[in-house]
């Protein structure tokens, strides 16, 4: 009774029947008291969005996988310093858990969230080695400013290590080819095998998304659900040697277990997870469709045959192990459908494994027949495996590259890199927002509209960058196609920060702002980990004037990641604005640490030396601002303006006419002009120019301040006619 | 400096008021930063009413003419308009009839600087504290002060419902001589 149970519980996991396989796990677990039972209810109740269930289910459990999961749970309900202790000592618990990457992965994750930086990174370096191909780790050490080169992480090393580790597992596997073990370690093979094919859907976020779907996509049911399950297993779990060693011992529940954890650690990394699904399945599906073969289609095929004989055999199966096992092994074969892989030989071999163990009467001797011929298949798969696996952690480099390159708001190298994906890669969600953020960056706002306006078509369902493409039409001041984005996204996902920070915009855009830091503060608290609409709501207090409040905001948006330029900037403009001359060009100076390529930012950092007097400082940063964005022509003017001060008045007017030319409805510039001519006692083309300032409808002040300029132009000419 | 001179001084009749409040996109109300009293008040209608966006609410002086209303800044501002609401329907007798706008250092040097007769106002009258000279758009200084000279119907006491006091914006791009006004240069000015 207990394995059927079992064994029900896991079917309706995978089929998302998260009531049934909840109560049906009560009873199990009422009438088998064990940990491991344990760990399939508490499995449940995450799966259910109950973590504070799975939590005191958990609680004082010291098994490995039951600390694993106690973890998760307990990071899902931010309880950090539990997660932490759950999670000590690591050793111990990478060799009883094939995650080890994973582990490292949430220890990195707690480490950041509370503040231990340097711990983090080096648990985020760490997961990365166990697993080279834990994009995840590498995005987070982006994020932080730490990662190292891509071909380093993703070099000719990692091909190797994986390589290695995954014909090691192969060729062992075929060693005890002949013994009950191998039907775990065919397991294994079938999951590295789905690991493998897994590997060529790595488009960064990929990896979540499928692992996302798992929590509700209600979309995909049967197979195709079972399939993204294991995908995140494959994954995360890449510690090779225990692998087998781990299987053979604790065969099913780990393994089972496994596809949890990976779906929760995955989830943790947004405290939205359940409504993030529908964002990310349609995104993860059309990456699954462009990776399509052929062959796929033919193997899904006669897998999906495997699967139903298997099930009309499931009632006659005695031996418990061998029951999971081979469950296991046909959703294993299901994944390698919808994962559709390069592997072909390895998936037909794999595939008759299958379908031997799904006609469970003479399981043994099919076995072996499979046995050999896997044997003989083998050998030509590995050349496959070796170029599938350099294959992937390519493409893995391409992006992690130009991923990084953005994080350091390098962001032509960025775009260059990522040009070098192919156009089935290029074209899709993730890419296509990078590609507009990295516009967005170098204030190309025509190019970034059309990159994000693209990743939109492509799939409206992805959220992710979709603040950046709505603050990028506010400041291309295109209402109506901001509003139409905004009602677009709230549509899509009530839930999600970047629809509110979209709002919070349009409402700015009208000069709303009370109702835009709102909406800013309600994405806020839809997610206080999202730095940009902190940011966003200390924009929206200074232009109010609320300076209070406007430093408070962007020093939470700091506390989140210390990385974000934006709020440094912000901090910087209010002490200049308040005088505070000093710490303005502390924060400046930071900002510009972070992005040294922003012309903007060098700018400010300018504006502030020169009123602390140091002119040439000053000049030297506007002259690297005007080098590095010639199509700005503020540091330009502000040149002009400090050489006036310093007296240089003909290189002033020089760069003023050049102004001029490319700017002719700018009153500042004539007035400015203005200015000069009358130091050089030219007063009629000083009146001239003052007077096209004039005509140019400047502010208030600024005509107050020009006809004050006039009339004593006036006077000094009436002394010398009086004279 | 304020631009007080007897010369400045007019006499202008206003009727009429607006309903709703409209003001220019380039001004701002400089009243959250400055220190509001008045000479008297009724208890229940003091000074907070004349600041609680609220129409209903009034402030009602309890003592003799002028009824004064003082504005005090920390710093010298520049001003450009004063509005106030109120309204010979509701009030009546109350309504103010003469209006004089002083501006100075303190109590102790105020001049006046604009002087204005209402005739049954109904709503928000806009006083423009500009002088003719286009030089003078603004009055700079630290403190402002609304006289009540006389009411409506020899009136003793008067109601004010609400006071707004603006001012030009800043230049947004602090430590620059001129505004922009071009779009590409303000697009580039910004980060957001």
Excluded at chain 1, 97 to 120: C, E, F, P, W
Excluded at chain 1, 379 to 388: C, L, P, T
Excluded at chain 1, 433 to 459: C, H, M, P, T, W
Excluded at chain 1, 522 to 533: D, G, H
Aim: charged share 20%.
């Amino acid at each position: 009774m207990e394995a059927l149970l079992a064994n029900y519980v896991e079917k309706s996991l995978k089929q998302y029947m998260r009531r049934n396989a909840i109560f049906l796990c009560e009873r199990l677990y009422a009438e088998f008291p064990s940990e491991v039972n344990l760990q399939l209810l508490a499995r449940c109740y995450l799966n259910n969005n109950q973590p504070h269930s799975a939590y005191h289910v958990l609680k004082g459990m010291q098994m490995a996988q039951s600390r694993y999961l106690f973890a998760v749970a307990c990071l899902e309900m931010d309880l950090f310093s539990e997660a932490e202790t759950a999670l000590l000592p690591i050793e111990e618990l990478c060799a009883h858990v094939t995650n080890g990457a994973a582990v490292q992965y949430l220890l990195g994750i707690i480490h950041r969230d509370t503040n231990r930086m340097k711990s983090s990174v080096e648990h985020f370096r760490k997961a990365l080695s166990i697993d080279p191909l834990f994009w995840a780790a590498y995005e987070e050490l982006c994020i932080l400013g730490e990662a190292e080169e891509a071909a380093v992480c993703f070099g000719d090393v990692a091909i190797h290590y994986v390589q290695e580790h995954y014909l090691g597992n192969a060729s062992s596997y075929l060693q005890i080819a002949n013994s009950d073990q191998s039907l775990d370690s065919s397991q294994a093979f079938g999951l590295e095998d789905l690991s493998l094919s897994h590997l060529q859907q790595m488009e960064g976020n990929n990896i979540r998304n499928i692992c996302l779907n798992n929590h509700g996509g209600p979309n995909l049911t049967g197979p195709v659900g079972q399939i993204t399950n294991s995908c995140c297993n494959s994954s995360f779990f890449r510690t090779p040697s225990p692998v087998l060693t781990q299987l053979s011992d604790m065969a099913p529940p780990p393994l089972i277990r496994n596809i949890r954890f990976c779906q929760n650690e995955v989830s943790l990394r947004s405290s939205t997870q359940a409504r993030r699904e529908f964002v990310r399945e349609n995104e993860s599906a059309q990456i699954r469709g462009s990776l399509f073969f052929d062959s796929g289609r033919r193997r899904s095929a006669r897998l999906a045959a495997a699967q139903r004989s298997f099930n009309s055999t499931q009632g006659s199966e005695n031996k418990a192990n061998n029951l999971r096992a081979s469950i296991k092994l046909n959703s294993g074969t299901c994944y390698s459908t919808v994962c559709k892989g390069q592997f072909q030989n390895l998936e037909e071999a794999f595939r008759a494994t299958s379908s031997s163990l799904s006609s469970s009467a003479d399981v043994k001797s099919v076995q072996d027949e499979t046995v050999n011929t896997q044997l003989r298949s083998f050998i030509s798969n590995s050349s496959k495996i070796k170029s599938g696996i350099s294959d992937t952690i390519n493409l893995l480099r391409i992006l992690g590259e130009g991923y990084r390159h953005l994080c350091e708001y390098r962001c032509q190298e960025a775009l260059n890199v990522y040009q070098k994906l192919s156009s089935k890669q290029y074209n899709t969600g993730w890419v296509l927002s990078q590609v507009g953020k990295a516009y967005f960056e170098l204030v190309d706002y025509l190019n970034a509209d059309y990159a994000f306006s693209l990743a939109r078509q492509i799939s409206p369902y992805n959220l992710e960058g979709m603040d950046v493409y709505s603050t990028v039409l506010y400041l291309m001041k295109e209402d109506m196609k901001l509003k139409y984005l905004a009602q677009e996204l709230i549509s899509i996902d009530r839930f999600a920060p970047q629809a509110w920070c979209a709002i919070g915009n349009c409402y700015s855009f009208q000069k709303d702002h009370e109702t835009a830091l709102k909406s800013f503060q309600r994405a806020v608290q839809l997610n206080s980990r999202f730095p940009y609409a902190h940011t966003l709501s200390g924009h929206e207090n200074v232009i109010i004037e609320d300076y209070g409040n406007a430093v408070e905001c962007y020093q939470k948006a700091l506390h989140v990641d210390a990385r974000h330029y934006k709020s440094w900037y912000g901090l910087g403009m209010i002490y200049l604005r308040q005088e505070k001359i000093e710490f303005a060009e502390h924060h400046f100076r930071q900002a510009y640490r972070i992005n040294p390529f922003s012309s903007v930012i060098m700018y400010y950092l300018g504006t502030t030396l020169e009123a602390l007097k140091r002119s040439e400082e000053a000049l030297v940063m506007m002259e690297k601002a005007i080098v590095t964005d010639n199509k700005n022509p503020l540091p330009k003017y502000s040149k002009a303006n400090m050489l006036v001060t310093l007296g240089r008045l003909n290189e002033a007017l020089e760069i003023l006419e050049e102004l001029k030319e490319c700017y002719p409805r700018e009153s500042s510039i004539y007035a400015l002009m203005g200015e000069i001519y009358k130091q050089h006692k030219k007063y009629d083309k000083s009146m001239l120019h003052f007077g096209i300032a004039l005509d140019l409808k400047p502010s208030i002040v600024d005509v107050a301040k020009i006809q004050a300029a006039i009339g004593k132009l006036i006077l000094p000419d009436e002394i010398e006619d009086n004279l | 400096m304020a631009t007080e001179s007897s010369e400045s001084e007019e006499e202008g009749k206003i009727t009429g008021g607006n309903q709703h409040l409209i003001v220019e996109d380039d001004l701002r109300e400089m009243g959250k930063k400055a220190a509001w009293s008045v000479s008297s008040c009724k208890t229940g209608n003091g000074v907070s009413s004349l600041r609680d966006d609220n129409l209903e609410t009034y402030w009602q002086s309890d003592g003799a003419q002028p009824h004064l209303v003082n504005i005090q800044f920390q710093k010298k501002v520049k001003l450009q308009v004063v509005v106030l609401y109120v309204d010979f329907k509701l009030d009546e007798s109350y309504t103010p009839s003469k209006i004089s706008i002083r501006a100075g250092d303190g109590f102790h040097n105020l001049k006046e600087i604009k002087t204005v007769e209402l005739v049954k106002p109904t709503g928000w009258v806009y006083l423009s504290l500009s002088g003719n000279d286009p030089r003078e758009t603004f009055v700079n200084t630290f403190m402002l002060q609304i006289a009540v000279l006389s009411n409506h119907l020899n009136g003793r006491d008067t109601h004010v419902r609400q006071i707004k006091v603006y001012g030009p914006r800043p230049n947004p791009i602090p430590h620059q001589p001129f505004q922009f006004t071009s779009r590409e240069f303000i697009t580039y000015s910004t980060v957001r």
